[in-house]
């Protein structure tokens, strides 16, 4: 099944940033890595599911027009809302996933780690909506495996690279790592230097 909301209640309940995103190196590489990996320049509006406590939700900010982030859990929410306080363009909210998913579309949609939380049915309504609403997803997870998680980052990107191609969506980029797999699947499938008029 899968993960309860309980289960992020209670990993808040016993440290406010249960993965160390604010403090390990992996972490703040890995954030790097994903602005780094988007495409354009510059989104109209982006979404960001699983914000935590918005340390990627601050960066992506800085590319996008209008930025709607969400989690589960009440205490992340919190944590996030007052990490882009400064941010006018960025909205956090609370939201289930996946019923509560968006029903417009992004130029930008952005999952990271999120994936492997839902069992295989919802992890694949996941990947149906989120390559149905994007015009830009990029995905990074986590690859070696972890005994609360129920699909694998590899498994994850499985089922995303399956949904992009039914929804029209062209990978662009796939970075593969021992640690951690990133794609980054597109409308327009014209490669960065196409879209900058280099080439």
């Keep these: 099944m899968t993960l309860p909301p309980q289960y992020f209640d209670e990993m808040y309940a016993g440290d406010g940033d249960p993965w160390g995103f604010a403090d390990r190196w992996y972490e703040r590489r890995k954030r790097a890595l ?3 990996l988007l495409p ?4 109209a509006t982006g979404y960001e599911p699983g914000c935590s406590i918005g340390l990627l939700t601050r960066d992506l900010a800085g590319r996008c027009g209008r930025l709607l982030a969400t989690d589960v859990a009440p205490a992340a929410v919190s944590a996030a809302t007052r990490q882009t306080a400064d941010l006018p363009n960025v909205r956090v909210e609370v939201a289930r996933l996946p019923g509560d998913w968006p029903t417009r ?7 990271s780690e999120v994936g492997y939380y839902f069992d295989r049915a919802d992890a694949r309504l996941v990947a149906a909506r989120a390559t149905a609403s994007a015009g830009t997803l990029v995905a990074v997870h986590w690859r070696h495996p972890v005994e609360d998680y129920l699909c694998g980052g590899d498994e994850v990107h499985a089922l995303l690279g399956e949904a ?3 929804a029209g969506l062209t990978r662009l980029v796939h970075h593969l790592e021992d640690d ?5 699947w597109a409308r327009d499938a014209r490669s960065v230097a196409a879209r900058t008029g280099l080439r």
């Design 105 to 111: 579309t992004f130029e930008l949609v952005v999952l």
């Design 40 to 43: 354009d320049d510059r989104y």
């Design 180 to 184: 951690l797999v990133a794609d980054v």
């Design 34 to 36: 994903t602005v780094a």
């Design 164 to 166: 992009a191609a039914g």
